[in-house]
């Protein structure tokens, strides 16, 4: 039986994309096919009575063309914080078998490579994520005309659930792991609030 869920936290996605994804605007890929890593870290969160503050996931994400059209390869990472009945929930969630947000973007995988349980190093103010061995990220943002203010993206295509999204680029950003290898290094950053529910 699927149970009611919520998850508020923050979101972060480094692409290959040239900063300002495309994809933000239904557009074709900068290169032609999207290679993305997307963190969503849980400041709140649950699965009917099971807590999951505190947990992260990240996704890889590899789509041939036009992200929205899916065709995904992918692979998940559930935070190894989490205990068998908080993975059991995050697995379930993420698959996208528990409705909500989670359910569009599972069906845009064709293929997942499969899931691992890892330590997940999240840090919004530095802006990084760290699976070790796997994923090391670390973006900044770019300044608008004020020369202060972060450029943002308002009412996007996964807007209200991932909120104003902010512009960057990474300062570091390589992904290895079942048999890819890829440097988003240059390349686009996004990130944003995160607040989403199901079924």
Known sequence: MVEKWTIKGDWVSSCNCDPGCPCLFYSDPSRGHCDGIDTIHIAQGKYGKVKLD??????LAKSPGNFWKGNWTAALYIDEKADAKQREALTTIMSGK????????????????????????????????????IFDFKGEPILGGDKKTTVKVQNHPLAPVFATAQMGKGV???FT?????????????NWAPVSMSGP
Do not use: C, E, H, W
């Open 54 to 59: 505190g947990l992260s996931v990240t996704i």
């Open 98 to 133: 528990a409705g909500g947000p989670t359910a569009m973007i599972a069906s845009l995988i064709s293929t997942l490579k499969g899931t691992r349980f890892v330590p997940i190093n999240f840090n919004l103010k530095q802006l990084t994520v760290n699976i070790p061995g």
């Open 172 to 174: 570091r950003s390589r």
């Open 177 to 189: 792991d079942y048999g890819f290898d890829i440097d988003n290094t240059g390349k686009d950053v």
